[in-house]
């Protein structure tokens, strides 16, 4: 199964199939954060999984290669942090500020490139380190009276995200994206799995505090069925969509219009939770979408390729 981009795919195909495939992700998102009320973290992880897996294997065609377990496992390990930190914070943190914190993904990911020698880091990506740490700064405003620790917890998850991103670039990047996500659904099986068993055993005294992570499983009722089937199938289509957008010609463009993540995130909060965002909110969003077109646009050269290659592996299995 060939993910390479391919000549004969557009450029005005590939914008609009990653606009609506990030406006699923952040869809994807909103699910999760409603779905929060009703059923456990850990039972997500499970159930939706359950329902993903068979749909992607019938994408694989009945083909699993792997070429590295070690690597892969470890790279589902991260990614399973990542999920945790992101949907840790859902419950307590609007979905714009989840996704701009989020967003300092690339930034991480040029750091830790020029730590392990991967790339080294040229003007135009040193000033987008810095214009997106500003526009994290504006996000969370650390300064301000409604600072919380729980708000640096994206930061956290785009850490993971850019670790993982580079460890696809550097040693799993002759894997298909679906024997990727098909690994990564099946690491988040387990790790529900055992913590589901651990909370039943601890029962924690806090638990009915944070139900949504300390919590046992609850009873799943139609509506709570029919979400974690709208999520799983959601799952499935952005595997495709990303996959296919970035098949385009000149995948820095689609990486581009990827940052769109940001306003869908925005309007899907808006519409699901009458979450306004603040201006300080949108200041920083804008300037950490100008930071990633900056890291993902302007700068062209051959070697920043894999970094794209690395982002499309990565992205195909969420």
């Given at each position: 199964?060939?993910?390479?981009?391919?000549?004969?795919?557009?450029?005005t195909?590939?914008?609009?199939?990653?606009?609506?495939?990030?406006?699923?992700?952040?869809?994807?998102?909103?699910?999760?954060?409603?779905?929060?009320?009703?059923?456990?973290?850990?039972?997500?992880?499970?159930?939706?999984?359950?329902?993903a897996?068979?749909?992607?294997?019938v994408?694989?065609k009945?083909?699993?290669?792997v070429?590295?377990?070690?690597?892969?496992?470890?790279?589902?390990?991260l990614?399973?942090?990542?999920?945790?930190?992101?949907?840790?914070?859902?419950?307590?943190?609007?979905?714009?500020?989840?996704?701009a914190?989020?967003?300092?993904?690339?930034?991480?990911?040029?750091?830790?490139?020029?730590?392990?020698?991967?790339?080294?880091i040229?003007?135009?990506?040193?000033?987008?380190?810095?214009?997106?740490?500003?526009?994290v700064?504006?996000?969370?405003?650390?300064?301000?009276?409604?600072?919380t620790?729980?708000?640096?917890?994206p930061?956290?998850?785009?850490?993971?995200?850019?670790?993982?991103?580079?460890?696809?670039?550097?040693?799993?990047?002759?894997?298909?994206?679906?024997?990727?996500?098909?690994?990564?659904?099946?690491?988040?099986?387990?790790?529900?799995?055992?913590?589901?068993?651990?909370?039943?055993?601890?029962?924690?005294?806090?638990?009915?505090?944070?139900?949504?992570?300390?919590?046992?499983w609850?009873?799943?009722?139609?509506?709570?069925?029919?979400?974690?089937?709208?999520?799983a199938?959601?799952?499935?289509?952005?595997?495709?969509?990303?996959?296919?957008?970035?098949?385009?010609p000149?995948?820095?463009?689609?990486?581009?219009?990827d940052?769109?993540?940001l306003?869908?995130?925005?309007?899907?909060?808006?519409?699901?939770f009458?979450?306004?965002?603040?201006?300080?909110?949108?200041?920083?969003?804008?300037?950490?979408?100008?930071?990633?077109?900056?890291?993902?646009?302007?700068?062209?050269?051959p070697?920043?390729?894999?970094?794209?290659?690395?982002?499309?592996s990565?992205?195909?299995?969420?």
């Amino acid at each position: 199964m060939s993910y390479a981009p391919t000549a004969d795919r557009s450029i005005t195909s590939g914008i609009v199939t990653i606009l609506l495939t990030v406006s699923a992700m952040a869809l994807t998102d909103a699910f999760v954060k409603h779905a929060s009320s009703d059923m456990t973290l850990w039972q997500i992880f499970v159930c939706r999984s359950l329902v993903a897996l068979p749909l992607l294997l019938v994408l694989a065609k009945g083909r699993i290669r792997v070429n590295s377990w070690v690597w892969v496992c470890v790279r589902s390990t991260l990614l399973v942090a990542m999920y945790l930190a992101i949907y840790a914070a859902i419950p307590v943190l609007d979905l714009s500020v989840i996704a701009a914190t989020l967003y300092t993904s690339p930034l991480f990911i040029v750091l830790l490139s020029a730590v392990f020698r991967l790339e080294a880091i040229s003007k135009v990506h040193l000033v987008a380190v810095l214009v997106g740490f500003a526009g994290v700064l504006f996000v969370v405003q650390p300064a301000g009276a409604a600072f919380t620790p729980l708000s640096l917890i994206p930061v956290i998850a785009a850490f993971f995200y850019a670790t993982a991103a580079v460890l696809t670039r550097a040693k799993c990047a002759r894997e298909a994206p679906v024997t990727l996500a098909i690994a990564l659904n099946v690491a988040l099986i387990i790790c529900g799995t055992i913590a589901s068993i651990a909370v039943s055993i601890v029962q924690p005294a806090i638990a009915a505090s944070y139900p949504f992570l300390l919590g046992k499983w609850t009873e799943m009722t139609p509506g709570s069925a029919t979400t974690l089937v709208i999520m799983a199938v959601l799952i499935v289509a952005i595997t495709v969509g990303l996959a296919r957008a970035y098949q385009s010609p000149r995948p820095q463009v689609i990486a581009t219009f990827d940052y769109a993540y940001l306003i869908f995130a925005a309007f899907w909060g808006f519409v699901f939770f009458g979450e306004v965002p603040e201006a300080s909110t949108m200041g920083g969003i804008f300037l950490i979408m100008m930071a990633g077109g900056l890291v993902l646009f302007f700068d062209r050269r051959p070697t920043n390729r894999p970094l794209c290659e690395a982002r499309l592996s990565l992205k195909a299995d969420e």
